[in-house]
C-alpha cells in the first residue's frame, strides 16, 4: 500500500465499467472478473463505482493514509481508482479486492496486488482497513484468503511487500501472515515532505503453505 500504484495524474482513460462487474460472472479466469472469497466472516469481492463514497470515508483518515501512499482526495477520484483497477486486472497486471463483512456488502478496506512484472511470477501486495476494523480479525482473514488466492490462483512465487518502519501495525499485521523482514530500504518513502525507511518483506509460496497449515483458517468458496 506504500506504493499503491494508481496516480490520478497519469489515468486519463475513462473507459466505463466493464460488464462483468455488474452482472454475473461465469469466467473462472480472473483477467474476466474477480472471483469472490468467502471465509468465516469476511467476503472479497471485485471494487465497484458504488464503493468509492464508503473507501473515501474510511481510508483518507490520518491515521489510515498516513504511512500510505496518499489516497485520491475525493469521492470521484476513488470512482476513477476503481475503473482504473478494473482495466488493470482485464490487463493482467494487477488485482483489488474490496474487504467486506459477511452480510453486509459495504467495502471497508482493500486488498490489492501488483505483478512484478513476469506474468505475476514475483508480486507485490498491500491493504488497508477503515479504523473501526482494526484489530477485529478482519485483516487477518481477509489475508489469509487473499494470499491463499495470490498464490494458489495467481501462481506468485514470492510476494513482496514494504511497510514504514514507523507503522508498527503495517510491521505487526506482515509479521503475523509469516512474511520475512529482508532489509530496511532507508530513505525510501516520501511522505508529507519527509523521507522514510521502509522494511522489506518477502513471503515465498513454500513459506505461505507452511503458514497457512498452522493457522485455523478455513479456505475460500470462490463464487464465480
Ligand atoms: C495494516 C492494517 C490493514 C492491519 O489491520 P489491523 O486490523 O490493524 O491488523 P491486526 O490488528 O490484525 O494486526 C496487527 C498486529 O500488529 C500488532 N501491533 C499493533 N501495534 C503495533 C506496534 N506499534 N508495533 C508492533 N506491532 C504492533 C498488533 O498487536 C497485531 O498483532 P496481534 O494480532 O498478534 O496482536 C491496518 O492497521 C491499516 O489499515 N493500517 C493503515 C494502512 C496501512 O498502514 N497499510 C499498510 C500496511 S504495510
Given at each position: 500500500m506504500e506504493k499503491m500504484p494508481y496516480q490520478a495524474e497519469l489515468d486519463t482513460q475513462l473507459m466505463p465499467y466493464p460488464v462483468a462487474v455488474t452482472e454475473p460472472i461465469t469466467?473462472?479466469?480472473?483477467?474476466d472478473g474477480l472471483p469472490v472469497l468467502t471465509g468465516e466472516q469476511v467476503v472479497l469481492r471485485e471494487l465497484r463505482a458504488s464503493d468509492a463514497a464508503p473507501l473515501f470515508a474510511l481510508l483518507t483518515t490520518e491515521e489510515v493514509s498516513?504511512?500510505?501512499?496518499?489516497?485520491?482526495?475525493?469521492v470521484e477520484g476513488f470512482e476513477k481508482f476503481i475503473a482504473w483497477t478494473l482495466r488493470q486486472r482485464q490487463a493482467g497486471a494487477y488485482v483489488c479486492f474490496a474487504v467486506t463483512v459477511k452480510g453486509f456488502d459495504t467495502a471497508i478496506g482493500i486488498f490489492q496486488v501488483r505483478d512484478g512484472g513476469q506474468g505475476f511470477e514475483t508480486a507485490e501486495w498491500g491493504f488497508a482497513l477503515?479504523?473501526?476494523?482494526?484489530?477485529?480479525?478482519v485483516f487477518t482473514e481477509g489475508a489469509a484468503l487473499t494470499l491463499e488466492f495470490v498464490f494458489e490462483t495467481l501462481g506468485v512465487h514470492r510476494l513482496e511487500a514494504r511497510a514504514a518502519v514507523l507503522n508498527g501495525r503495517g510491521n505487526g499485521a506482515l509479521l503475523k501472515m509469516g512474511a520475512v523482514q529482508e532489509c530496511v530500504l532507508r530513505k525510501s518513502f516520501l511522505r508529507n515532505g519527509q523521507y522514510l525507511d521502509q522494511v522489506l518483506y518477502a513471503i515465498l509460496d513454500s513459506d505461505w503453505r507452511a503458514t497457512r497449515s498452522s493457522m485455523n483458517i478455513k479456505f475460500p468458496v470462490q463464487v464465480h
Open positions: 469466467s473462472t479466469d480472473w483477467h498516513r504511512f500510505i501512499s496518499p489516497p485520491p482526495t475525493t477503515g479504523s473501526q476494523f482494526w484489530g477485529t480479525g
